[in-house]
């Protein structure tokens, strides 16, 4: 007997109607997207591997699937390297390429590589999959998708607040209230760990800072004293973990502690000009709180960072994020060019929808009408319908083989089908079709010559 096949961790089969729901959403992020100015853009879903490693740190490039050399790739590596068994000066040697781990780095390069094609400023939205090797969980996938949008270009607060109302606006037309988007400042963060004395361990800090609400506090400590950061550093830090209150409260114990530290000072001050500008705006589900602890482990961001919080009472992670990268694109040798984006994820949007029931029946349903089968020529009728419904814009389909009765309406049901289509002797004597309405009950009879009448009363009713 043959092994029953699977698939790897991490990775999903997505059934018709959950492909159907996915599209829903994904659908209405690229409508606002585009109501928003952004064009879409698509890269490969993979690059070189020196355009990936370095960019996320060193959690992150330890998560970055690799793609081995095609060919005898062992044969390449002298024995020395090989037995060495260092991945450090091995790697190189069997592989150049990976899979991508986010949209944002292979959107700078890109940008780079196009910068004499494109318009500064540069809004730019891309929904495509992702790879992490990560370890699996809830919420946490090793393929996954990414919706993101980016301006590059001119620095401005304008963009946070723009992308800050396309949360907005996206997650209320989902159905979503009462949204707590967290926000932080990376020049903060900074300044934080220069006024504690952690300066030059400031990846390590954020990193493990970043990691408060999977592990707490005592796993927190724990993670930075294994990295050298001292327990006088830590303790000075630590009150900032559990800090409370309105943003107002916690802006004027943070000019406090930084008081004396000029670029912690700047972050603060362009944190309370983005609450202040939020306060006066009309946003419809979404509100912004201060989050000294949010750190986003990427290395890449520069200046604010976002999260947006699943509703409460939903255990989940974060279902969206982002913040400013001021000279991403520095790295591959074009310097000046800031940028800023947001991402909403997929996978964990979907979570969150399910549970609370937010999708409308309506994406239940694949096929608007079935034609029944009653045999050779009454099917010959129902094809020739079928086909000018669909000339109508009607989703229609027939079902192949005469079968019982019983099992056809089983398969409409299944298939949660709101209309069977009747096409039997009498019905082809007569030049007409009955319409079962399998949702509402009763039916309906109509001369085939009123075909868009039917047609014009299923989409009143979609």
């Known amino acids: 007997m043959s092994k029953k096949p699977s698939i790897p961790k ?12 996915r599209d829903y959403i994904i659908d209405c992020i690229k409508k606002h997207f585009t109501i928003f100015g952004f064009a879409p853009i698509e890269t490969p879903s993979f690059e070189n591997l020196n355009t990936l490693m370095g960019k996320y740190g060193e959690e992150g490039d330890r998560l970055i699937f690799k793609i081995l050399n095609s060919g005898d790739f062992i044969s ?12 450090k000066t091995l790697l190189p040697k069997l592989t150049e390429k990976a899979l991508r781990y986010d949209l944002t780095v292979p959107f700078a390069r890109y940008v780079v590589m196009h910068q004499n094609d494109i318009q500064f400023p540069f809004k730019r939205y891309q929904i495509q999959p992702v790879w992490r090797a990560d370890r699996p969980q809830k919420g946490r996938f090793r393929e996954f998708y990414q919706c993101d949008a980016d301006v590059v270009g001119p620095s401005s607060k304008w963009q946070e607040l723009e992308l800050l109302q396309l949360y907005d606006r996206i997650f209320s037309a989902l159905g979503f209230k009462d949204l707590t988007v967290r926000i932080n400042h990376r020049k903060i963060l900074s ?3 220069e006024t504690i ?3 030059h361990h400031l990846v390590d800090f954020t990193v493990a800072l970043d990691k408060l609400d999977k592990v707490g506090t005592a796993g927190v400590i724990k993670e930075m004293e294994s990295k050298g950061i001292s327990k006088s550093a830590i303790d000075k830090a630590e009150p900032l973990f559990a800090l409370q209150g309105a943003s107002a409260e916690k802006i004027r114990i943070l000019d406090n502690f930084l008081e004396d530290f000029k670029e912690g000072i700047e972050g603060v001050v362009e944190i309370a000009d983005i609450i202040d500008a939020v306060s006066e705006m009309d946003l419809r589900c979404i509100s912004l709180e201060l989050d000294v602890t949010l750190a986003r482990g990427l290395n890449y961001y520069t200046g604010c960072i976002l999260e947006v919080n699943p509703p409460e009472g939903v255990e989940l992670g974060s279902i969206g994020g982002g913040g400013r990268y001021d000279d991403l694109t520095g790295i591959f040798g074009l310097n000046g060019v800031s940028g800023v984006g947001i991402s909403f994820g997929l996978e964990r949007i979907y979570m969150v929808m ?3 029931n937010l999708f409308p029946e309506s994406i239940d349903h694949s096929v608007d009408v079935l034609f029944a089968n009653f045999g050779e020529e009454e099917a ?3 094809f020739g319908i079928c086909a000018q419904l669909r000339d109508l814009g009607i989703s229609a ?3 192949p083989v005469d079968a019982k009765m019983q099992k056809q309406m089983k398969y409409a049901n299944n298939r949660n089908i709101p209309y069977v289509v009747l096409v039997g002797a009498n019905e082809l004597a007569s030049d007409t079709f009955v319409v079962k309405n399998m949702e509402g009950g009763g039916q309906a009879t109509y001369k085939t010559s009123a075909l ?8 009143a009713a979609s």
């Not at 868009?452 to 989409?459: L, S, T």
């Open 10 to 21: 991490g990775t999903r089969d997505f059934s018709p109607q959950e492909v159907a729901k």
């Open 76 to 87: 390449k590596v002298d024995d020395v390297t090989y037995s060495s068994k260092n991945s």
């Open 191 to 193: 300044g934080i760990a």
């Open 197 to 199: 004395g952690a300066k």
């Open 354 to 356: 399910e549970e609370l």
């Open 380 to 382: 010959k009728q129902a």
């Open 397 to 399: 389909d027939m079902y």
């Open 452 to 459: 868009q009448d039917f047609a014009d009363q299923i989409k």
